[in-house]
């Protein structure tokens, strides 16, 4: 039996089995499987089918957004509308074949745009151009997973499922699970809350599943059993996601209305550039990205040029990217804005910015 037939035994397993107390481990113990499967079909070897033509697109720019979605949803069209390049629309599926890249300029940044081909049910499974657009998918820095908005929620499920099948996990954060193979000594398990969703029983079987059999575990957060799965099988990529939902000229206020209350969503319409520009901010946010502008003693600040640089970066960062030999020069930095106590304000750097800050670095 090929991996491919072993796995949809399993999911069909699952999908029939009752989930109640009696059949928890038995559940357990086939999603460990089935992750185990999932990752040899990964790992497998590096056919023609893992790269193909038209999808090493060069990384450029401060960041990289890759648009995933079901055939005519509309990735082109807002490729089209969004950049100076041109993707081709039409209105039947499998128009796009490769990865089309596009710049979006928005608040100084140049935001690099991913047209991909459509993806369809079974993609994971190499169904279509599936496996290149997911290999594309995960050198993004966020998904745009784009939806018709006259299909409703199904198209978010489906694609949620093909990419959680290949490790993708949208808008969550890594479980704080510490785990540690090790040469012997056992399975040593501790938490540090108490756990509802699974038992140190659970986690010896689902390890035994990967025979391992010494491990030191600690959960730091009440987590699922899938999670813990994740967990031990490695390699998960963990990526922030919009839920872009476009053509919301073809249904009514209401239900744009209801789409747009939903956490992570974004309601367009391409074809009558329909809040376009708050997509683009809200590409921005979730990409994490802010501007600081630079300053020389006695002149204005720079405005025209940002720096571009993640959130939660330090005033080292800003050194950097002004040039590589800054830091060993770097005698202070001045600073104006948000994350400076007064303005002026000395600072080292460790130095946190927020965006729209403005520093001034003195050299030695
Ligand atoms: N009503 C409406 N139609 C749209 C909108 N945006 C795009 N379309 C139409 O949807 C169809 C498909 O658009 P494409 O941009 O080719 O879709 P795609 O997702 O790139 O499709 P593939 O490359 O085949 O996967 C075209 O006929 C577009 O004109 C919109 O906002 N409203
Ligand atoms: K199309
Ligand atoms: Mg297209």
Redesign the pocket.
């Known amino acids: 039996m090929g991996i491919l037939e072993k796995i949809s035994e399993i999911e069909r397993e699952i999908a029939r089995t009752q989930k109640n107390k009696a059949t928890e481990y038995h559940l357990g113990l086939l999603k460990a499987k089935l992750a185990r499967y999932r990752s040899q079909l990964l790992e497998g070897p590096k056919s023609s089918s893992a790269k193909g033509e038209g999808f090493d697109v060069m990384k450029s720019g401060d960041a990289r957004v890759a ?1 995933i ?12 509308t969004l950049t100076s390049t041109t ?11 490769t990865c089309i890249p596009g710049v979006i300029q928005h608040n100084g940044a140049n935001i690099q745009l991913l ?5 369809i049910e079974g993609a994971a499974a190499g169904k279509g151009r599936g496996r290149q657009v997911i290999a594309v998918g995960r050198t993004a820095d966020i998904v745009v997973m ?1 939806l ?1 908005a ?1 299909k409703g929620d199904v198209q978010k499920e489906l694609l949620t499922k093909e990419l959680e099948a290949v490790g993708i996990r949208l808008n969550k954060s890594k479980p704080r699970i510490y785990f540690k193979q090790k040469k012997g000594g056992g399975i040593s398990f501790n938490a540090t809350c108490t756990l509802t969703k699974i038992s140190e029983k659970m986690v010896q079987l689902i390890l035994h599943e990967y025979k391992i059999f010494n491990a030191d575990v600690v959960f730091r957060g009440d987590y699922t059993t899938d999670e813990f799965i994740d967990v031990v099988v490695g390699n998960r990529k963990y990526m922030p996601c919009l839920y872009v939902y ?5 249904i009514s206020i209401e239900e744009v209305d209801r789409i747009a209350r939903q956490p992570h969503c974004v309601v ?5 550039l ?1 809040n376009l520009d708050y997509l683009k901010d809200m590409v921005w946010n979730y990409l994490n990205l802010i501007t600081v502008y630079t300053k020389k003693p006695g002149q204005k600040p720079d405005f025209d040029d940002g720096l571009i640089l993640r959130s939660n970066c330090t005033v080292e960062h800003a050194c950097h990217s002004i040039h590589r030999t800054l830091v060993e020069n770097f005698k202070y930095a001045q600073l104006w804005g948000k994350s400076a106590k007064y303005n002026g304000q000395h600072v080292g750097l460790s130095h946190k910015l927020c965006h729209e800050d403005v520093v001034l670095i003195a050299k030695k």
């Open positions: 648009l979605g079901f055939p005519s949803v509309g990735k082109s069209t807002l490729l089209s993707s081709e629309c039409a209105s039947y599926e499998f128009t796009t074949l047209d991909l081909p459509g993806i784009m018709d006259i476009n053509k919301i000229d073809q367009i319409s391409c074809n009558m329909l």
